[in-house]
Nanobody, 129 residues
Framework: QVQLVESGGGLVQPGGSLRLSCTASGFTLDYYVIGWFRQAPGKEREGVSCDSKSDHSTYYADSVQGRFTISRDKAKNTVYLQMNSLKPEDTAVYYC??????????????????????WGQGTQVTVSS
């Protein structure tokens, strides 16, 4: 079964940290451009961070630059989003996605809404005191 499964969301206080995980099954994630997206109620989906291993390039939205870090674990077929110094405005459902590198770059994936091959089901992150 081909799928992406996210985990690691939850409730955290402002200034706290969370690490989201996204594990792939049925395909090798390392080949793909990977991305984390988020959508808050009443807002459009936003590309948070995207990474292209083939281009050796990583994109971060201005709103998370310096606070969030995207990474991969090839052996675990998993990508992570380390989120530090969380703010209430980071509250959203977070999704991971994978796209064929022949059709997109990290920046295109995050900013232009290029079609993705795979999507996860989402995990809720709530930042509140």
């Amino acid at each position: 079964q081909v799928q992406l499964v996210e985990s690691g969301g939850g409730l955290v206080q402002p200034g706290g940290s969370l690490r989201l995980s996204c594990t792939a099954s049925g395909f090798t994630l390392d080949y793909y451009v990977i991305g984390w997206f988020r959508q808050a109620p009443g807002k459009e989906r936003e590309g948070v961070s995207c990474d292209s291993k083939s281009d050796h390039s990583t994109y971060y939205a201005d709103s998370v630059q310096g606070r969030f870090t995207i990474s991969r674990d090839k052996a675990k077929n998993t990508v992570y989003l380390q989120m530090n110094s969380l703010k209430p405005e980071d509250t959203a459902v977070y999704y991971c996605a994978a796209a064929d590198p022949r059709g997109t770059t990290d920046q295109q994936m995050c900013t232009m809404g290029t079609p993705n091959d795979y999507w996860g089901q989402g995990t809720q992150v709530t930042v509140s005191s």
